[in-house]
């Protein structure tokens, strides 16, 4: 059985799409490009699909990812190339490779999110970010199924900074007009409970006041192991990517050191 894995977008309207419809569109797109998906035992047998740390409905993404299983081997590219035919402009497949190593979902401990506050000042956003690093504490509410809940909103945040905007990676379709537009980035650690970019906005309005006039803009840059040295988020498919010319390596010196046959005189 082979094992793939995905990164995917969600981009523009799309941010809106439920991780529920998702499933529904990817699983179609599997069905039209005719992937020979393995499936589970049982009454009702599903694709085998791992969907990993999804974004909040509501956000988008530059940095979503899968992992599905399939019967018989398929060319990665190959493979994306396919899915994106049949997958709806926005939610695109921009990196495939085969599962060589395990522990993907464990490789996800940190996110990278960029916050377009629409009416904000640039200056009064930087402000407003050095007071909430400058706090100890930040607490906030999120509404729960259990009712109220409330936690801090600090801890799990490595960085949140001001960036111009030419420093901005977010997709076109995302950009406002040309009203004012602040833009922070934020680099937030995966604990529990999660803390999620609305907390964060949450935590500016209580720290500092800062409350744009319209709902920010989020999408999610990149996500994967944080890097204590560099203070970065690195990419989780790049061990998949590094074993393969190791794999390719040891091939080669295992025949190296074969004995050699001696051919007809």
């Known amino acids: 059985m082979q094992r793939i894995r995905l990164r995917y977008?969600?981009?523009g309207r799309l941010r809106f799409t439920s991780h529920r419809d998702?499933?529904?569109?990817?699983?179609?797109a599997l069905r039209r490009a005719e992937v020979p998906m393995a499936y589970s035992a049982g009454f009702t047998p599903h694709p085998k699909v791992s969907y990993a740390n999804a974004a909040p409905t509501g956000t988008g993404s530059e940095a979503e990812y899968l992992e599905i299983a399939l019967t018989a081997p398929r060319d990665p590219e190959t493979l994306r190339d396919l899915l994106n035919e049949s997958l709806p402009d926005g939610l695109d497949i921009t990196d495939a490779v085969e599962s060589r190593t395990s522990g993907l979902a464990d490789r996800l401990t940190a996110s990278v999110w960029e916050l377009r506050l629409a009416g904000v000042e640039?200056?009064?956003?930087?402000?407003?970010?050095?007071?909430?690093?400058e706090a100890e504490t930040v607490e906030v509410q999120r509404r729960t199924k259990n009712g109220m809940?409330?936690?801090?909103a600090r801890e799990a945040v490595v960085s949140l900074e001001a960036v111009a905007d030419d420093e901005a990676i977010t997709h076109d379709?995302?950009?406002p007009s040309d009203k004012p537009c602040a833009i922070l980035r934020l680099v937030v650690r995966h604990v529990t409970p999660a803390v999620r970019p609305d907390d964060v906005l949450s935590g500016l309005?209580?720290?500092?006041?800062?409350a744009p006039p319209v709902p920010a803009a989020v999408t999610r840059l990149a996500q994967g192991l944080f890097d204590e040295e560099t203070g970065t988020v690195t990419d989780p498919l790049a061990p998949d990517r590094e074993a393969v010319p190791a794999a390719s390596t040891a091939a080669v010196t295992a025949a190296a050191k074969a004995p050699a046959t001696e051919g007809p005189r």
């Open 9 to 11: 977008t969600k981009r």
């Open 173 to 175: 379709t995302d950009r």
């Open 122 to 133: 640039t200056a009064d956003a930087a402000r407003a970010a050095e007071r909430f690093r």
């Open 205 to 210: 309005r209580a720290v500092a006041d800062l």
């Open 149 to 152: 809940r409330t936690f801090d």
């Open 22 to 28: 998702f499933q529904r569109a990817f699983e179609r």
